[in-house]
């Protein structure tokens, strides 16, 4: 099992930042990439970022030269950066883990709005 907290979410105006942070526990040697998802109301949830074990990155066209995902594997913990923030970047962020065994977690999701 893997247990995920993210946070750093809130509200910010257009073209601010903001940096979002999940940690892990539990059994984190098996993790294999992690990423970020969002939902905004009345929408599907949709990828945002990846990053692997090896530091490989994949984007969203969407966010490609505003966000940055990263991770620390000292610490557990991923981040993704956000700059250049639009109102339709507002929706639920998620934190996501992928294990060896393909079995995906989720974390409890933080907020992030954007206003104009």
């Known amino acids: 099992q893997v247990q995920l907290v993210e946070s750093g979410g809130g509200l910010v105006q257009a073209g601010g930042s903001l940096r979002l942070s999940c940690a892990a526990s539990?059994?984190?040697?098996?993790?294999?990439?992690m990423g970020w998802y969002r939902q905004a109301l009345g929408k599907q949830r949709e990828l945002v970022a990846q990053i692997t074990s090896l530091g490989i990155t994949n984007y969203a066209d969407f966010v490609k030269g505003r966000f940055t995902i990263s991770r620390d594997n000292a610490k557990n913990t991923m981040y993704l950066q956000m700059n250049s923030l639009k109102p339709e970047d507002t929706a639920v962020y998620y934190c996501?883990?992928?294990?060896?065994?393909?079995?995906?977690?989720w974390g409890q999701g933080t907020q992030v709005t954007v206003s104009s």
């Open positions: 539990g059994s984190i040697g098996r993790i294999n990439s």
């Open positions: 996501t883990a992928l294990n060896l065994s393909g079995a995906r977690y």
